[in-house]
């Protein structure tokens, strides 16, 4: 008959709802979402994170690379282009991401920065 013991008895629950959708070419590749901790046991409840759930791959981690790197000042966003160190990566977000994840150096480069930035007990 069910119930609401899964609201009690779990440890964590996510509310996750779908901002946008991500499409190219008249297909959908995914979707941008906003999850919210609601319940957490372990730890303080309430953050919220945004992230992209491509179909097939999972959490698409360069873009989130890519958010976190713009909202620190790491990667610079003049119009749809995105520049870092004074040097273009590409042109659109989708692009951009593209870049990172087939070259390992600025990759790795903005990986390193992030971590450079970010307080310790974050990392």
């Not at 979402?33 to 957490?40: C, D, E, R």
């Not at 520049?83 to 150096?105: C, L, P």
């Not at 390193?112 to 307080?119: E, F």
Request: proline share 2%; aromatic share 6%; net charge positive.
């Amino acid at each position: 008959s069910g119930g609401n013991a899964l609201k009690f008895y779990a440890s964590v629950r996510l509310e996750i709802r779908v901002k946008s959708r991500i499409e190219s070419d008249g297909t959908l590749k995914g979707i941008n979402v906003k999850g919210k901790v609601v319940k957490n046991k372990c730890a303080p409840p309430y953050k919220i994170a945004e992230f992209d759930i491509m179909f097939g791959k999972g959490i698409n981690s360069e873009g989130c690379m890519l958010d976190v790197a713009e909202s620190l000042g790491i990667v610079e966003r003049r119009g749809s282009y995105y520049f870092m160190n004074g040097e273009r990566i590409a042109q659109g977000r989708d692009k951009s991401i593209e870049v990172i994840a087939t070259n390992a150096t600025i990759q790795s480069e903005i990986l390193n920065s992030i971590q450079a930035n970010l307080p310790a007990k974050i990392v």
